[in-house]
């Protein structure tokens, strides 16, 4: 059972219905991200409702919130932040966590040794507490927050990718092109990068989840997203008194986390063999 | 007399990640009487070890037995549940791996390894086991047999750990033993220790065994019956003399010429004719891994005073064990690991030690090619993408020149231009290494290193690719290094050839004074324990005196 999916250098990259589903999820959101807040019926700080913790109704399509505010319209404003800032985050967390790890693992000496034990020094730090320091120091907007973000999982990504290069470095392939003159960037685009794309791509998947969770952790101590805005994390945080209830409105951004943090992965463990890894 | 095992009509099928069904064993019928070593020999793909699995019921992944039946002591094996075969492995059937230091766990003292299969079946007790483990490794020649249980997988060399796999399958008492391969990756020296022990045990105890190889003089020392197999089929069975020497079938006779030692013969003697300088020039190098010490030299030296000349024109081999420093001095050569003393000279021209401080002209007149294909290869990039990197990076060829010149490149190593389009992945063991010289051919050297650039290819396979680099170097003009164990290959193809042991020369002789021109002790050893085709040669030649 697969689907193939007409694509432009090559008709046939194959992608399982698993894939499909979740890729069509990601999509789902990711547009949501782009164009939601246009189709927002209420305005996301505004109190619509009498009562709390309201009922699904054609007024209020995903209920209201802990003051009576508008959950649908709430949940699209999200979007833009929790998708917007865990992406932009993690495409930098491990777009430089690679490169940096691959190039020391190529160059060795002491290139590698410092900046394994810089990073190592800043794994030690809590990442919470990190958050939190910093964003209080520097005061919290939405590119302070995605640079924190990237920073805090930079040495995992950097780690994971330095591991895989080292046992790449070590093949034949790497040895030939070293005799050959090549330098350290043709050496970490060219011939251990494609071979390291599919575990890169599931730590990418991974670390993506821990982001929209730190996000959401930092957002309800008051210093993520900034109120009356909310990521999902935040709403599921400020409504969590709901839950004895079984309010839609903490339902709905958990289950808008879950479908995300899950398609993401799922699309990424699904992506077509020719991408994910060409060796097999 | 009946027979201890009779295969009959057994089919094989295998299913392939895209979920195709391929038949690997194509009905194949033999039978092994009690007490007889019955060879299976054939090219890699042939079906030989998957034939020796099914005896113990076993097919690797992906396989199934499909068809037929194989009978040990009158039961089926194909038709026994797994508790049968589980209770049969290790007492009536028992394993020989090729590789003994992958089969061995390195966290466990050796004896307790060995007497595990008395332990699993619960044949005798534990103290009885020791004893016959004991017994056995006197049997097989290891030395201090009462104590060499008591070390670690890593602290006995790889012959030694053979035998001691030997040891592991012989003592629950099977009526069958199978040998996957067991000395292939084991120097010609070792190999001989490791046969003799093989032989004497297995005729001492009465045992009959399956012996899998590629090798027919290895075959023709140990074996009373040989199967030739080929694309799982079996094409002559016959007893080791009448195959050796009057083979019937063409195959079996294309095998036995590709093992012949075809001497390198040239039409003028390079050697002598040539007064200038020598293209390649190898001086007092020495080499070797670790922190420099005191002496300006690194802590575990693997190199020492070595030297050579390689004239225009000419190849050189390098021979030598495992361990004897040939493939470091490759290395050494192109610079991936820099000299601490001596000098290389390209042309009368000096190199730098290290290829990152040398030109690019420097390197791509010196080219290297390693021994195994399947990692030499990037897996990621397509054939195409691997040989023109070298052109673009070299020469600065780009678009359709570069796709020219690469159709051109695998035309000369005997290839199709539609490969280009292919992932190493989908080529055979032989095209891979064909590519691989092909992307040393690109930069248009004037020196390739070739190191051991046939020893994992099957010998008809191998003995085209020696072709090949001569075809190429009457075209080119080039001049090899041939790094190898084997000295019918080195023989085929070089002028001069160079023994190496513990890191430093041995002696440097004329490929056509070989093998009998050699004077060192070491050398002569050497050469002496290459096997023949001849199923006399092991019991003639004398014991090595350790």
């Known amino acids: 059972m697969a689907v193939s999916f007409p694509t432009p250098r090559r008709l046939g990259y194959r992608l399982n219905w698993t894939g499909a589903l979740a890729a069509l999820v990601v999509l789902f959101w990711a547009l949501t991200a782009i164009i939601g807040p246009w189709f927002m019926p209420h305005d996301p700080g505004e109190i619509v409702d009498f009562d709390f913790f309201g009922p699904i109704t054609d007024q209020l399509w995903l209920g209201s919130d802990y003051l009576g505010r508008d959950m649908f319209s709430r949940i699209l404003m999200g979007a833009r932040y929790t998708v917007g800032i865990s992406l932009a985050a993690v495409v930098l967390a491990c777009a430089s966590g690679v490169i940096l790890g691959m190039t020391a693992a190529v160059s060795g000496g002491w290139f590698d040794t410092v900046l394994s034990r810089l990073f190592d020094a800043l794994n030690s730090i809590p990442s919470k507490l990190f958050g939190l320091v910093m964003v209080a120091a520097v005061g919290s907007s939405i590119p302070v927050l995605i640079l924190v973000l990237a920073v805090i999982y930079l040495p995992g990504a950097f780690r994971f990718a330095r591991a895989l290069a080292v046992n790449i470095n070590t093949m034949d392939y790497v040895t030939v092109a070293r005799a050959r003159g090549e330098r350290t960037p043709y050496l970490i685009m060219n011939e251990i990068l494609p071979n390291m794309t599919g575990p890169v791509l599931a730590d990418v998947g991974l670390r993506f989840v821990f982001i929209v969770l730190l996000l959401s952790g930092l957002s309800f101590l008051g210093l993520g997203v900034q109120p009356p805005y909310a990521d999902w994390g935040s709403l599921v945080r400020e409504n969590i008194g709901g839950l004895p209830f079984a309010a839609p409105a903490v339902i709905m951004p958990s289950l808008a986390i879950a479908t995300l943090t899950i398609s993401v992965n799922l699309l990424i463990d699904n992506l077509p063999t020719k991408i994910r890894d060409r060796s097999e | ?546």
């Open chain 2, 1 to 546: 007399m009946q027979n201890l095992v009779e295969i009959r009509d057994l089919r094989v099928k295998a299913t392939t990640d895209a979920g195709n069904v391929l038949p690997i064993i194509k009905g194949v019928s033999f039978d092994i009487a009690p007490g007889e070593i019955v060879a299976l020999i054939g090219e890699s793909g042939s079906g030989k070890t998957t034939i020796a699995l099914t005896l113990m019921g076993h097919t690797r992944k992906g396989c199934e037995i499909t068809g037929g039946e194989i009978l040990l002591s009158g039961q089926d094996v194909v038709r026994m549940t797994e508790a049968q075969r589980q209770a049969m492995r290790g007492t009536e059937v028992a394993y020989v791996p090729q590789s003994a230091a992958a089969a061995f766990n390195p966290a466990l003292r050796l004896i307790d390894q060995v007497v595990e299969v008395a332990k699993i079946h619960g044949t005798m007790p534990m103290a009885e086991a020791r004893a016959k483990a004991i017994d056995l490794f006197r049997a097989l020649a290891l030395p201090d047999p009462e104590t060499i249980g008591n070390r670690y997988p890593h602290q006995v060399s790889g012959g030694q750990l053979q035998r001691l796999s030997a040891a592991m399958a012989l003592i629950g008492g099977p009526k069958l033993v199978i040998f996957d391969e067991p000395t292939t990756a084991l120097d010609v020296t070792t190999q001989i220790e490791v046969l003799r022990a093989f032989k004497s045990v297995m005729k001492e105890r009465g045992m009959a065994g399956v012996y899998v190889s590629h090798d027919l003089a290895v075959v023709a020392q140990i074996a009373d019956r040989i199967v030739v197999l080929k694309g799982g089929e079996v094409q002559e069975i016959g007893a080791t003399a009448q195959i050796l020497h009057h083979p019937a079938h063409p195959y079996t006779n294309e095998l036995l010429s590709a093992f012949e030692p075809r001497t390198f013969a040239r039409a003028a003697d390079p050697v002598a004719a040539n007064a200038q300088v020598p293209v390649l020039e190898v001086s007092h190098v020495f080499a070797g891994y670790g922190p420099l010490g005191a002496d300006r030299l690194p802590h575990k030296l693997v190199l020492k005073d070595v030297g050579c000349r390689l004239e225009k024109g000419c190849n050189l081999g390098v021979i030598g064990e495992s361990g004897s420093g040939k493939s470091t001095l490759a290395r050494a050569i192109a610079g991936l690991l820099p000299p601490a003393k001596g000098k290389v000279l390209l042309n009368g021209e000096l190199l730098e030690p290290a290829s990152a401080q040398r030109s690019k002209e420097d390197l791509r007149r010196l080219q290297i090619v390693f021994q195994l294909a399947d990692t030499a290869l990037n897996p990621a990039r397509s054939i195409g993408d691997i040989l023109g990197r070298p052109l673009t990076f070299y020469h600065g060829l780009k678009g359709a020149a570069r796709q020219a010149r690469i159709a051109e490149l695998l035309e000369m190593v005997r290839l199709p231009r539609t490969m280009m389009h292919r992932l190493p992945a989908e080529l055979s063991g032989g095209q891979k290494q064909r590519v691989n010289l092909a992307r040393a051919l690109a930069a248009n050297p004037e020196v390739i290193l070739c190191d051991e650039i046939t020893s994992a290819l099957d010998t008809v396979v191998a003995a085209a690719v020696i072709d090949l680099l001569k075809e190429l170097q009457r075209e080119l003009d080039l001049s090899y290094v041939f790094i190898s164990h084997d000295l019918s290959t080195v023989q085929a193809i070089c002028d001069e050839v160079m023994v190496m042991n513990g890191g430093e020369t041995v002696e440097t002789l004329r490929a056509r004074d070989l093998p009998d021109g050699a004077r060192h002790p070491y050398s002569r050893l050497l050469f002496d324990s290459i096997p023949q085709l001849d199923t006399g040669w092991l019991d003639r030649i004398p014991a090595r005196v350790a």
